[in-house]
């Protein structure tokens, strides 16, 4: 699962430097439901920092008003 993993943030890394958002320019379905898999980046044993990309991308979405208040529901979180 690790190495697949880190091969899936190789793709998205490369991907992201190419445009702005996963399907493009614009913010899409594609980045909503990839978020949550992103955010859980700790538990994947992967340091973010190795795809600055991938980074640029999970710091700009974090601060979109609809995640931050996703993110706080409790459960989520647990």
Do not use: C
């Not at 943030?9 to 992103?38: C, F, S």
């Not at 190795?50 to 979180?77: L, T």
Request: aromatic letters at 14%; charged letters at 30%; hydrophobic letters at 30%.
């Amino acid at each position: 699962y690790h190495k697949e993993t880190k091969r899936l943030y190789g793709v998205m890394d490369k991907r992201l430097g190419e445009a702005t958002y996963l399907a493009g320019d614009d913010y899409t379905l594609a980045d909503i439901a990839t978020y949550p898999w992103v955010q859980r980046n700790n538990r994947h044993q992967v340091d973010l920092g190795d795809y600055p990309n991938v980074k640029r991308w999970y710091d700009e979405i974090s601060k979109r008003p609809a995640v931050e208040k996703g993110m706080a529901v409790p459960f989520y979180n647990e």
